[in-house]
């Protein structure tokens, strides 16, 4: 069965530091993986998506990035924290399925605090 | 992207049927109506998907009317654990799920 891993879970930074938050997917091949964020109280915000290694497409202008560096391996990055950079940073993976709607699997998320 | 809007929050108590609609007055030919449920500090979970009339699993029904401007997420007998946030996402049926929007949801509160 697949299985989507996200480390650390929980993350408090100083403004101006660097982050990285990685995902890693077990179980499937070739995965579409998501980046999503989510403010307290809101819904999901879509921050990056990839359909492939090295693939890397942006939803919203940011401090941030993604990268790709292997098929099931998802990194976000900063090179430097902003305050509205916390929040619940989540993964998720889905397949291409023909004549349906692709299903997106979360994984577990990583709560990120920047002070 | 068709655009979602449902309720901010629901009550509910335990053994009801709750029924949770969805506004999508924009939905594309093409586009499936898919609903997601998420637990405080846990990603979404998918929980039912359809294009119209009526779909069934063992965890809730879709209603989809003729006209698919909207739909009605069924939870039959909702218990205290579903009491959670539910989305109504609207999107593509063979597009990247990338092209999905969550909106911001409706909490539903079951009561004991």
Redesign the interface.
Known sequence: SQTIHQWPATLVQPVGSPLSLECTVEGTSNP?L?W?RQAAG?????LF?S?GIGQI?S?VPQNLSASRPQDRQFILSSKKLLLSDSG?Y?C?W?V?T????????????T?LLVL | LAKTTQPISMDSYEGQEVNITCSHNNIATNDYITWYQQFPSQGPRFIIQGYKTKVTNEVASLFIPADRKSSTLSLPRVSLSDTAVYYCLVGPISGSARQLTFGSGTQLTVLP
């Open positions: 579409n998501y999503y809101r819904g999901l915000q879509l998506y359909v497409s939803e619940f989540l998720a889905s291409r023909g004549g349906t709607q692709e299903t997106q699997y979360f994984g577990p998320g709560r």
